[in-house]
């Protein structure tokens, strides 16, 4: 197919596809009618049942935790395939050090940019730990605790400190984290199988408080795996994609 | 309003099909494919909104106030940790592709595959 | 509660993980983590076939984290496992063993990524398979999809496996995004996630429009994953380039979860409330006739070895997609068996064509023609597993075929027939001209020459032997083919887990009460198993068609009738137009085949209005 | 059980949310369509970016805050600058 030919097609088959999808959607009750039953399910029970006040939390780390654990895999893979993608190739090699001063490699960043990122790392650093360990009260947990701790790397290095970057996050040990974040998780899980109780069962007591950081069971402590698994994934791809803009062709 | 999201929703699919299907860029069509999947965040979170009800927690108000579908939520998160991992993964296919044949157009792509 | 069913998908993935963890250590000893990955994927084959062997007797229920349903309201995560379901994911786990023993000596540098790739593919192929949640099989077919798309492209240094992958990983991606958006269309109908429950809450009013959306968009991903035709063009392009090893898993099983996922998702969500069976079945006939037929041409025209055995897959995914749409329980006992046979057979094929790689440095089917005389074993290895894919009794493939062809009637059974011999008759046609120097040498056609020259070794190094761990998986898979075939109470066995795999009430109460269900009810009465005459008549007449082809291809330019013609250039031409490569083309396809799809489903089911709200004529748009 | 019988701090009045909504999915679908139709470059990344912030808000008017924290971090930081490293890399070499 030509270009043209292509847009054309697309444009009867896809209005085709698109007033099929209207045709269904249209057979929904409408708009703020939730019908339920599971969402209602889980909110007459959800505190009660595991003290977390924060109800998304509950379901991902409790109620529906396995989806939680394909999910992890599923960011843990991307990173492995990342690296393995990007792996040096034979051929290839790091540029020397004489062109980065060039400012070719690392984009030339002002230093109000610099300072602001440097100002800010601080403080995304903090709120990663917060989210990451405060999932079962408020709208937060590892996931987004996770990612803003690797938005902490990525203000580093805006700031212009790449070989920081590269010390604080060598490539080896960041792998060894992701995966000790990954497999915590399940080791979670498989403690309940060895107690006898289904995977994931949440076999801690659960606190007096509803919404401590301790009242969930083990709602913290995955939430706590996830947010190293995440953040150790998101430094490991960024970085990877990072090590390409050094990387030239032997004699290239 | 009844529907109104939900026409939005077939919208941002085909637009981002569109994008996908008439992209000459593989950044290009892979920012298009984060505009496809967006449309399921959109409709995920459309059919577990509840008029009146608020956000699934329950840290400062009454335990059985009116609250909205948080199984949804908790689909979208997972959806969205999805895409993430899926950009990152054709980002580095991209990258690659550029190393080898030297262009981003997919069709240049398949004729230098030969 | 057996424990079984959790650890069969968490143990491959805390393996991955610790392989990963500990790779800092191993890296100058890779032996130990090839030992420790080949044990874990040969545990879980072994764990999967105990769960098989215990559901037998009764379907198993697994509530993660304990929650179990109250008044037929779900708020946890189960897995449903039945005979079938499990028997797919130790065919899988089976082949992954299988693969990665060929590995020991295949790759020069495998990664530490190597080993927890495939430990985390084999842990979403079981994780699909045995869920009863239709999120968690998106979240699985997601964790399947993404670690497929990076073993396709662990090659990144060549050209063919980058586009491939993207190809791959681009079409699929948008596969799952439709499955998803389908979930998320029958969730806010129903309000449940559990497939069971699904299934009990659209069953009570008959089908209307968003039930018959929300069907063809999660089948959407399905169709994509198991190549029907016109989904298909992403498949040639990934399977051609993806490395020998991961080849095996994709054509063996990969293609065959997605029929899996159709199957399971009609029998346990939607069947019951699509009703209107005759005309369903007829659509997905159709389906299954047309990629069978489209499969079976462009693998006997290609010359790539690892191409045309990736188009003869797709031939093969038509005739179990007919066995499925048939919607008898023979139908689907055969294509289960089926798929069992034609997955050992064609992992079988697929590392031989390794082994050649290896030795000889290429899988251009021209340039071999007559150098594969040394590679003995090997060839008569390829030749055994030809036979098999050809139908040969008693191999397990002519066992599935002939409850296929028993259950389909008349007017299927000729078609099934010459699309079996033709794909057939393309292996035997490498087979001999390539390991016994059979016939003419064949001229280079430079568009299949600049393809295979595309694929180069993927070792270095000790090419002068084949090494045993290469040549003793292939050989163990085609006699465990044949062993299958032989076993006397397969038949009733088949067909009694295929009644229950199609008893959606069965499903229901299993799942939502927790009782067991002693009597499903057939919806078809069950065929007979026994092999007859007729059958076998049937199933030589495949091989001898197939010999006949192959023996044509060979020596067809002796004979004065076909001398002029030239048979390849009009399929070459459409091959060209259709199997272009470029990924936009591949998307409309997927655009035209959906709405097309969608179309016929709207037309064929006569559907009432829908009591919903926000449901007024006028916002019925183009139906 | 769509009435509001408990009155929270965060109780928006029913016409007020529902214009907001309509507001930001008007906003949302244009912003998809000028994310696919500005050509590959720096450019197509910021529209992305602003694309997310434009989703995250939504989300909160759908009162999902934890899918709105999502959101603003992957759709609206970590995305962009992925893109934005291998649109580096990209253009380094074409020069």
New interface residues.
């Given amino acids: 197919m030509t270009p043209r030919q292509r847009r054309w097609i697309f444009l009867i088959a896809g209005a085709g596809l698109v007033a099929f999808y209207l045709w269904g959607l249209s057979g929904l009750p409408g708009f703020g009618n939730y019908p339920g039953p599971y969402g209602f399910a889980i909110l007459r029970v959800a505190v009660a049942q595991t003290n977390a006040t924060g109800v998304v939390s509950a379901i991902n780390f409790d109620y529906r935790g396995f989806d939680t654990v394909g999910e992890e895999f599923i960011l843990f893979v991307a990173a492995a395939g990342v690296a393995t993608v990007l792996r040096r190739l034979r051929g290839e090699r790091e540029r020397p050090a004489v062109d980065e001063a060039a400012g070719r490699d690392v984009p030339a960043t002002s230093s109000a940019v610099r300072m602001v990122a440097l100002l800010f790392t601080g403080p995304v650093v903090l709120a990663g730990w917060w989210l990451a360990s405060h999932a079962q009260t408020t709208p937060s947990g590892g996931f987004q605790g996770g990612i803003l701790l690797a938005t902490a790397f990525i203000l580093i290095y805006l700031s212009g400190e790449f070989l920081v970057f590269k010390r604080l996050s060598p490539a080896d040990l960041t792998d060894v984290v992701e995966a000790v974040g990954a497999g915590g998780f399940v080791v979670i899980g498989l403690s309940a199988v060895a107690m006898g109780l289904a995977y994931l069962k949440n076999f801690l007591p659960l606190g007096q408080v509803p919404g401590a950081v301790s009242s969930s069971g083990t709602i913290a402590l995955i939430s706590f795996f996830v947010g190293i698994e995440v953040a150790a994934a998101f430094i490991l791809i960024v970085a990877e994609l990072l090590d390409q803009t050094l990387l030239i062709r032997q004699g290239g | 309003m009844q529907v109104f999201p939900f026409v939005v929703v077939a919208w941002i699919l085909g637009v981002g099909l569109y994008g996908v299907v008439t992209s000459r860029h593989l950044v290009h069509q892979i920012v298009c494919l984060i505009v496809v999947q967006s449309s399921t965040y959109v409709l995920l979170l459309g059919v577990g909104y509840v008029t009146g009800g608020v956000a699934p927690y329950f840290f400062d108000v009454p335990n059985h106030t009116p609250a909205v579908d948080p199984v949804v939520q908790a689909c979208a998160l997972t959806d969205v940790v999805v895409e993430a991992a899926v950009t990152a993964m054709l980002l580095s296919f991209a990258i690659q592709a550029y190393k080898r044949f030297g262009t981003l157009d997919p069709q240049e792509l398949a004729e230098l595959k030969g | 509660?057996d424990?079984l069913l959790?650890?069969v998908v968490?143990v491959p993935?805390?393996v991955?993980?610790?392989v990963?963890?500990c790779?800092?250590l191993f890296r100058s000893r890779r032996r130990i983590l090839d030992v420790v990955a080949i044990l874990t994927a040969a545990a879980v084959a072994v764990m999967l076939f105990v769960i098989m062997i215990r559901t037998a007797r009764g379907d198993q229920v697994?509530?993660?984290?304990?929650?179990r349903p109250a008044h037929g309201?779900?708020?946890?995560?189960d897995f449903e496992v039945q005979p079938l379901s499990a028997g797919l994911a130790c065919l899988a786990a089976v082949l992954v063993t299988a693969a990665m023993t060929f590995s020991w000596r295949y790759f020069d540098r495998v990664?530490t990524?190597?080993h927890?790739?495939m430990l985390?593919f084999l842990?979403?192929i079981t994780?699909f398979c045995l869920t009863g949640d239709l999120?968690?099989l998106f979240?699985?077919f997601?964790?399947m999809g993404?670690?497929a798309?990076?073993l396709t492209?662990?090659r990144?240094?060549?050209?063919?496996p980058?586009?491939g992958?993207?190809n791959f990983?681009?079409t699929n991606?948008?596969g799952?995004?439709l499955s998803?958006?389908g979930i998320?269309?029958i969730?806010?109908?129903?309000?449940?996630?559990n497939m069971a429950q699904i299934g009990v809450a659209v069953a009570k009013h008959p089908a209307?429009?968003?039930?018959?959306?929300?069907f063809?968009?999660v089948i959407a991903g399905l169709l994509i994953k198991s190549a029907i035709v016109p989904f298909h063009f992403w498949l040639p392009d990934a399977h051609a380039v993806a490395p020998t090893p991961v080849c095996v898993l994709f054509s063996g099983v990969m293609v065959e979860l997605g029929l899996y996922g159709i199957a399971r998702v009609y029998w346990s969500v939607f069947g019951q409330a699509l009703g209107n069976r005759a005309a369903i079945s007829h659509v997905f006939l159709g389906l299954g006739l047309l990629t069978t037929v489209t499969g079976a041409l462009f693998c006997f025209r290609e010359r790539h070895i690892k191409r045309m055995l990736a188009f003869s897959t797709i031939s093969h995914a038509g005739m179990f997609l007919i066995g499925i749409a048939l919607l008898t329980p023979l139908g689907l006992a055969g294509a289960a068996v089926y798929v069992i046979g034609h997955g050992l057979v064609k992992a079988a094929l697929f590392l031989c064509t390794g082994i050649v790689l290896h030795r000889l440095g290429s899988v251009n089917e021209s340039w071999l023609h007559g150098r594969g005389r040394p590679l003995r074993v090997t060839g008569v290895v390829f030749t055994l597993a030809g036979l098999g894919l050809a139908d040969l009794p008693p191999f397990a493939t002519f066992l599935g075929k002939g409850w296929i062809e028993a259950s389909a009637g008349l007017w299927l059974v000729p078609v099934l027939i010459v699309c079996s011999a033709v794909v057939g008759g393309a292996v035997l046609r490498v087979a001999g001209g390539v390991f016994y120097g059979l016939g003419d040498r064949p001229s280079e056609d430079p568009?299949m020459a600049?393809?295979a020259a595309?694929e180069t070794s993927e070792t270095t190094g000790g090419k002068d032997r084949t090494p045993l761990t290469m040549i003793v998986p292939p050989a163990i898979l085609v006699v465990a083919a044949i062993v299958v075939g032989l076993i006397g109470p397969l038949g009733p066995a088949v067909q009694a887990a295929a009644v229950r795999f199609e008893d959606q009430a069965g499903y229901n109460t299993t799942v939502l009460s927790g009782a067991h269900v002693s009597h499903p009810v057939a919806l078809f009465a069950a065929g007979p198993t026994s092999v007859t005459a007729a059958d076998v008549l049937t199933g030589l007449g495949s091989v001898a068609g197939a010999l006949i082809l192959a023996w044509l291809a060979l020596y067809w330019r002796r004979l004065p009738l076909l001398r002029a013609h030239r048979p390849n250039a009009s399929i070459a031409a459409a091959a060209r137009r259709f199997q272009?490569?470029?990924?936009?083309?591949y998307?409309?396809w997927i655009?035209?085949g959906?709405?097309?799809l969608?179309?016929i489903f709207?037309a064929i089911i006569g559907l009432p209005q829908?009591p919903?709200?926000?449901?007024s004529p006028g916002?019925?748009?183009?139906? | 059980m769509n009435t509001l019988a408990v009155q929270t701090p965060y109780t928006v009045p029913t016409a007020m949310m529902e214009a907001l909504q309509i507001t930001l999915l008007v906003l949302v679908a244009a912003g998809a369509t000028a994310v696919v139709l500005i050509r590959a470059g720096v450019r197509q990344v910021l529209m992305l970016s602003i694309y997310g912030v434009l989703l995250a808000v939504l989300f909160l008017a759908f009162q999902a805050p934890d899918v709105t924290l999502s959101e603003l971090v992957v759709g609206a930081v970590v995305l962009p600058v992925i893109l934005l490293l291998t649109l580096a890399k990209v253009r380094k070499r074409e020069q």
Avoid: H, K
């Fill in positions: 509660m424990q959790a650890l968490v993935l805390l991955a993980a610790a990963t963890a790779g800092l697994y509530w993660f984290a304990g929650f309201v779900s708020v946890g995560i990664a990524y190597y927890a790739l985390t842990a979403g994780g999120f968690d979240v699985w997601e964790l993404v670690s798309y990076a492209a662990y990144p240094e060549e050209r063919g980058i586009q992958a993207l990983a681009i991606s948008i799952a995004y998803l958006s998320a269309l969730y806010g109908r129903t309000g449940a996630l209307d429009r968003l039930v018959v959306v929300a063809v968009l568009q600049r393809e595309e272009s490569g470029v990924v936009n083309d998307v409309t655009v035209i959906l709405a097309g969608g179309g709207a829908s919903a709200l926000g449901s916002n019925v748009v183009g139906c």
